[in-house]
């Protein structure tokens, strides 16, 4: 072999023997080196799984579930629930569209769950995991959003409807039975500052085309214009787009009149009653109709632990589970054991149970083809510039 080493090399190793210990003691240096960073690796994988093991990611609306269910949840499943939150389906979708990730279970609305199912991001359910699945009443069940319920389990609905201060609307003799007072001038110049409605473009245009005698799922241009016309020569008397602190705008009296969810509407009556305010906080259903939004749970697919996921569904679909949402936040409820438990006051409110008469003129929303929404991403942009 032809060697490697010059002269003056070789002289100076030659000037410093080096005996089997030192020779494996160099040699295997590196190697500890390199086993430490392994078991520093390892170690963080290790941390990596215990978390992954020991959480289920929830993503839901704003106070959609009761503290002490989440406690007794924890308790039962040995892990924690982390929970991150949105306060409309668009922000959520578009979330999730920008990449967000590792979600484990999300609480969408019947026309988003449609959204995600036709962009492929939902897990389908293992209904043999899910005994409790029995309790939902079958008519929150085969939806057209999910036919056959393959991803979607029923959590609970809400009503987009009308709330509004009972003294100052009769002070004023304006009806509470119409969406007229929140689109017609005649009847907002009386309440001009004092009226907000939700920052959705689905949800403001569907309380327009309601209002015009459409359906909320009309997609006819014309009919389009119409409403977004209809809400341009509102918005001057509008204080603002508020889908998050209407509830509390209620509550102290800045508000007299919001356009908004049922349970959110029984949540400002509760809080003005605790707070012993002068006034009283009560919500109707319009009379030209209104929207009804079934909330499901589903599976995303870059949830890591569809399992905990499942448990969660099935220990939701427990009637005492179920009823203590309700009890919570006025929600409506498709489970049919929760009925039993659901406080007699909240059982008997027509906007949170309503009657046959009234949910015959109750839609879900549908989802909407790219174009579809391109054209009325375009009149909302016209309508909250103008």
Same mark, same amino acid.
């Given at each position: ?86 306060? $409309? ?21 019947? $026309? ?26 079958? #008519?929150?069940? *085969? ?19 009308? @709330? ?28 001009? @500052?004092?009226?907000?409605?939700? $920052? ?17 799922? *009309? ?33 102290? @009296? ?13 949540? #400002? ?49 427990? @009637? ?6 309700? !009890?919570?936040?006025?929600?409506? !409820? ?32 549908? $989802? ?19």
């Amino acid at each position: 072999m032809k060697n490697l080493l010059s002269a003056k090399d070789a002289k100076k190793r030659e000037g410093k023997p080096k005996n089997t210990f030192w020779l494996l003691k160099n040699f295997f240096a590196p190697l500890r080196v390199l086993r430490g960073q392994m078991i520093l690796t390892f170690l963080a994988c290790l941390a990596l799984s215990a978390q992954a093991r020991d959480e289920l990611h929830l993503y839901n609306w704003n106070n959609y579930i009761s503290d002490a269910t989440v406690a007794r949840f924890e308790a039962t499943c040995r892990c924690k629930v982390v929970q991150d939150y949105y306060s $409309d389906n668009e922000e959520m979708l578009a979330k999730l569209a920008a990449g967000a990730t590792g979600h484990d279970l999300i609480v969408p609305t019947g $026309d988003a769950v449609e959204s995600l199912i036709k962009s492929g991001q939902l897990r389908p359910l293992e209904k043999t995991k899910l005994p409790h699945l029995k309790n939902v009443d079958p #008519a929150y069940l *085969d939806t057209a959003f999910d036919p056959g319920n393959r991803y979607s389990v029923p959590y609970a609905y809400t009503i987009t409807l009308i @709330g509004y201060n009972v003294g100052k609307m009769r002070e004023l003799k304006l009806p509470t039975d119409t969406w007229a007072v929140i689109f017609e001038p005649g009847y907002l110049k009386k309440l001009k @500052g004092r009226v907000t409605v939700l $920052d959705s473009q689905r949800e403001l245009m569907a309380a327009a085309l309601k209002y015009l005698g459409y359906s909320a799922n *009309d997609t006819d241009e014309a009919h389009w214009r119409r409403a977004r016309d209809l809400i341009i020569r509102a918005k001057p008397y509008w204080a603002a787009f508020n889908a998050s602190s209407y509830i509390k705008e209620l509550t102290v @009296g800045n508000i007299w009149l919001a356009h908004g969810y049922s349970n959110d509407m029984f949540q #400002a009556q509760q809080d003005a009653r605790l707070a012993g305010r002068p006034f009283t906080i009560a919500y109707a259903t319009p009379k030209e109709g209104a929207v009804l939004a079934l909330d499901s749970m589903v599976l995303h697919q870059s949830g890591p632990r569809p399992d905990l996921a499942h448990r969660f569904i099935d220990f939701m679909l427990e @009637g005492k589970n179920s009823a203590e949402l309700t !009890n919570l936040i006025g929600s409506g !409820n498709p489970n049919r054991d929760a009925l039993q438990y659901i406080e007699p006051a909240i059982a008997a409110n027509q906007a949170v149970f309503p009657p046959p008469a009234v949910q015959r003129r109750l839609e879900m929303l549908k $989802d909407l083809d790219r174009n579809q929404r391109r054209v009325l991403s375009r009149m909302w942009t016209e309508i909250k510039v103008h």
